[in-house]
Nanobody, 128 residues
Framework: QVHLVESGGGSVQAGGSLRLSCETS????????MAWFRQVPGKEREGVVS????????KYADSAKGRFTISQDNAKKTLYLDMDSLKADDTAVYYC?????????????????????WGQGTQVTVSS
């Protein structure tokens, strides 16, 4: 079975940084479209960034561009999200997700339906 487990969330002051991790198992990590999403209660889920693990340029949402960085460790089958200059608006539950059998041209957080597997989420709270 495919499993995604997020960790690294917590509380931080505005302007601070956090690193989120997504440990994966049960699939070929090297050839998947993967992404980070976030959601606030009562609001729609929002894409943050996506990346094709087989090789591709990450696609960042405007809200994340310049502040967040996605990376991967293929040996550990782990996806990371480094968040800098955090703002109160970044407060949300963050999820990692994986989309199987997607060509690089189709790998985008904007296409949420392709992400079949999801983690349980990790809470990020930014206070100001």
């Amino acid at each position: 079975q495919v499993h995604l487990v997020e960790s690294g969330g917590g509380s931080v002051q505005a302007g601070g940084s956090l690193r989120l991790s997504c440990e994966t198992s049960g699939y070929d990590f090297d050839f998947y479209c993967m992404a980070w999403f976030r959601q606030v209660p009562g609001k729609e889920r929002e894409g943050v960034v996506s990346i094709y693990t087989g090789g591709g340029v990450p696609k960042y949402a405007d809200s994340a561009k310049g502040r967040f960085t996605i990376s991967q460790d293929n040996a550990k089958k782990t996806l990371y999200l480094d968040m800098d200059s955090l703002k109160a608006d970044d407060t949300a539950v963050y999820y990692c997700a994986a989309g199987p059998r997607q060509p690089v041209r189709s790998c985008s957080y904007e296409r949420q339906f392709i992400f079949k597997y999801w983690g349980q989420g990790t809470q990020v709270t930014v206070s100001s």
